[in-house]
């Protein structure tokens, strides 16, 4: 059976509400979805969406700005919560070391004269060597995992500052194009220049910002036309199966004990998945509307603002990718 959906991983791009979801892949086409009678909002690229003129009116400016500030608002609270998870893992590795020179001291103990010879030193010694090894195993983990976190957190800082350098090269280009009030002007701020790295960083920037903007509108599109409903039946009939296959076994079999346990918790999770929630769905296609709004913005900086130049390579790290969403 073919899967029905490519489900992307929302990313730190994404402005969209935060809960736990799983991480899928499935590489089919979307046209493979099945049409279904509820009729999604319609899309950041419909050619019939409203547009912003290339002078826009106050009106216009207003709502730029409005919808440009919850963008980097998103970011900014993206990036704060990177920073924690990266604070979090630098935490766990003091902790570590803390065991490690526990264990350090304890093989020091044993050195002294006294205890050369006794069978019980050896074992001793065996033993905290063993759990050294997995201790040094464990931390190389965890350096890696700290890595990861400190690049995910340095980068969202340049979002952050990609989204507030946009805002500010709007306000400059508003209050040079449109009558602007002066209770507005007088807020404000000059638009730095930029570097010729920071012109070429910052333009990759906004653009996967509107690359990860479209995976996460899928996913979205997904939930509400039918598509990643299906997804998760196959997912719950794979689960049946393997339930069913174990079942065959002796069921004080400790490996089918602890499997079925681990594939009964998969099942709960994926049925309630299943569920059509209307608040659920009342959020998702809220959260469609507004990334028509975002598209819209993101669209009249990089096609009427021409601020940033286009990037000259799209390739995007996955290891940057998060995936959140609130049921």
């Known amino acids: 059976m073919e899967c029905p959906v490519k489900i992307h991983k929302v990313t730190d791009a994404s402005p969209y509400e935060s809960g736990e979801a799983p991480q899928m892949e499935c590489p089919v086409p979307h046209s493979t979805a099945p049409a279904t009678e509820t009729p999604a909002p319609s899309g950041a690229f ?21 919808v440009m500030g919850m963008i980097t608002k998103f970011y900014r609270d993206g990036s704060n919560m990177k920073k924690q998870n990266y604070e979090t893992m630098t935490e766990e590795i003091k902790k570590l070391e803390v065991d490690e ?10 050195d002294a004269a006294t205890f050369k010879g006794h069978p019980k030193r050896k074992e001793y010694n065996n033993m905290l060597k063993t759990e050294m090894e997995n201790m040094l195993t464990q931390k190389a983990t965890l350096l890696k995992k700290q890595k990861e976190c400190r690049e995910l957190y340095e980068w969202s800082g340049t979002i952050v500052q990609v989204c507030e350098w946009l805002e500010l090269a709007l306000d400059d280009y508003c209050s040079k194009t449109l009558d602007l009030p002066e209770q507005i002007k ?4 000059p638009v730095p220049e930029l570097a010729n790295e920071d012109v070429a960083k910052f333009s990759r920037g906004l653009d996967e ?10 996913f979205f599109q997904a939930s509400l036309d039918g598509r990643l409903k299906k997804y998760h039946g196959i997912e719950q009939q794979m689960i049946e199966a393997q339930l069913e296959a174990i079942r065959k076994y002796s069921d004080d ?11 009964l918790k998969d099942l709960d999770y994926v049925n309630a998945n299943m569920v059509e929630n209307p608040e659920a769905i009342r959020r ?29 390579a799209k390739i995007y790290d996955s290891k940057f990718d998060h995936y959140k969403e609130d049921d």
């Open 284 to 312: 998702k296609q809220k959260m469609l509307q507004s990334h028509a709004e975002f598209f819209q913005v993101l669209k009249f900086h990089r096609e009427r603002l021409h601020f940033l130049p286009e990037p000259d």
């Open 209 to 218: 910002i509107t690359y990860n903007l479209s995976e996460s509108q899928d």
């Open 186 to 189: 007088r807020t404000m701020k």
């Open 46 to 66: 419909d050619e019939a969406a409203d547009e912003f003129s290339d002078i826009p009116s106050v009106q216009e400016y207003r709502k730029l700005r409005r």
């Open 101 to 110: 020179n526990m264990v350090k001291d304890q093989l020091a103990s044993l």
């Open 253 to 263: 079999n400790p490996r089918r004990m602890f499997v079925e346990v681990e594939l």
